[in-house]
């Protein structure tokens, strides 16, 4: 991780790092770097909380994020891959067992999306360390938008990504991809760019914990029934 976070200080992500979490909230930056210090990386499974109660799933304010390289390559998605957009969870309405493109039918977003829309999280496709930093981190320190949440990602950058939840605040449980993940600096860096040709995978104990921790989310009242796009995110709304 020291390796990532020095080469990142020349990059616009480090220094944005810099100015808008470490400079204006040095205390939680500073306590971050610590506590991430004492996190097991290895498993496959990690989690910022330091209580099993801080995860408290359900509603907008926990966020279930997934990395844009689960997008298929073939047949290709129909939203493009280096962004945050998912036409199908942002119109399900358009959508039946008979009409879904073949896709779509085969994407780990879109089982997962389903699933946060049933807890009633917020669902963020994940794109660039730049677009995470200002999209998760900023609202949830300053404005405390977020505060629990799921995270599928490289096993390369969880130690970064979960100095972030801990600076802002946010409980996170992360989850390691199987297949196609970076697996060092550089494969990274092309994929902050949206340059990554492979397309990652989860094996099928993450997918189970996914579901698992998401069906443990309060039931939200009324239950919701789309999503709305803002801000980069996709909320959930009845």
């Not at 990059?11 to 991430?36: D, K």
């Not at 397309?199 to 009324?222: D, M």
Request: with cysteine; net charge neutral; proline share 6%.
């Amino acid at each position: 991780m020291f390796y990532f976070c020095l080469h990142s200080l020349l990059r616009e992500y480090g220094w944005q790092f810099i100015r808008h979490i470490a400079l204006t909230h040095p205390l939680n930056t500073a306590r971050a770097l610590l506590q991430s210090t004492r996190l097991d990386l290895s498993p496959d499974l990690v989690t910022t909380s330091v209580e099993e109660t801080d995860l408290m799933l359900g509603g907008p304010q926990s966020v279930v994020g997934v990395g844009f390289c689960l997008k298929p390559l073939t047949p290709p998605c129909i939203s493009g891959r280096f962004n945050h957009q998912c036409r199908f969870l942002e119109h399900l309405s358009d959508y039946t067992d008979e009409n879904t493109p073949n896709c779509c039918r085969q994407c780990a977003i879109r089982e997962i999306g389903l699933e946060a829309l049933t807890a009633g999280a917020t669902f963020y496709i994940m794109t660039s360390a730049k677009d995470i930093l200002h999209d998760l981190f900023r609202p949830a320190l300053n404005d405390h938008r977020f505060n629990s949440g799921i995270f599928v990602l490289c096993r390369y950058s969880i130690g970064p990504f979960a100095v972030g939840l801990l600076a802002s605040g946010i409980a996170g449980s992360l989850l390691a991809f199987e297949q196609g993940d970076c697996q060092n600096y550089s494969t990274w860096l092309s994929a902050d760019r949206g340059t990554k040709n492979e397309r990652t995978s989860i094996n099928e104990q993450s997918r189970r914990e996914i579901t698992k921790l998401l069906s443990t989310a309060k039931p939200q009242q009324p239950p919701p029934q789309r999503f709305r796009w803002e801000n980069n995110v996709l909320l959930p709304e009845n």
